[in-house]
Nanobody, 126 residues
Framework: QLQLVESGGGMVHPGGSLRLSCAASGLSLDYYAIGWFRQAPGKEREGVSCIRGSSGGTRYTDSVSGRFTVSGDSTKNLVYLQMNSLKPEDTAVYYC???????????????????WGQGTQVTVSS
């Protein structure tokens, strides 16, 4: 049974850092893309980043490019989202999701993703 579990959320001051983890079970990262999404209160879900496999292509939405880094560890079936220089507008529930894909790229659109985690809250506030 495929399952995704996020962890690492919390509250930080502006300018701080957090590292989110997505633990994937029931799948091999070699065949999947993992996407990170977020949803703030009253806003639509937004694609933040993705990675193809554990070391394949990555994508970032413009608002996080240069601040966030996605990476994967296929030996542990973990995908990380390192978030630096956090801003109040990064406050949201962050979700990871999995999509079975071919090729070497990934998408930050939610369309291809069939499996979702339960989410972890990130709050950036002074």
């Amino acid at each position: 049974q495929l399952q995704l579990v996020e962890s690492g959320g919390g509250m930080v001051h502006p300018g701080g850092s957090l590292r989110l983890s997505c633990a994937a079970s029931g799948l091999s990262l070699d065949y999947y893309a993992i996407g990170w999404f977020r949803q703030a209160p009253g806003k639509e879900r937004e694609g933040v980043s993705c990675i193809r496999g554990s070391s394949g292509g990555t994508r970032y939405t413009d608002s996080v490019s240069g601040r966030f880094t996605v990476s994967g560890d296929s030996t542990k079936n973990l995908v990380y989202l390192q978030m630096n220089s956090l801003k109040p507008e990064d406050t949201a529930v962050y979700y990871c999701a999995a999509a079975l894909v071919e090729g070497h790229s990934c998408s930050t659109s939610s369309t291809p993703y069939d499996y979702w985690g339960q989410g972890t809250q990130v709050t950036v506030s002074s």
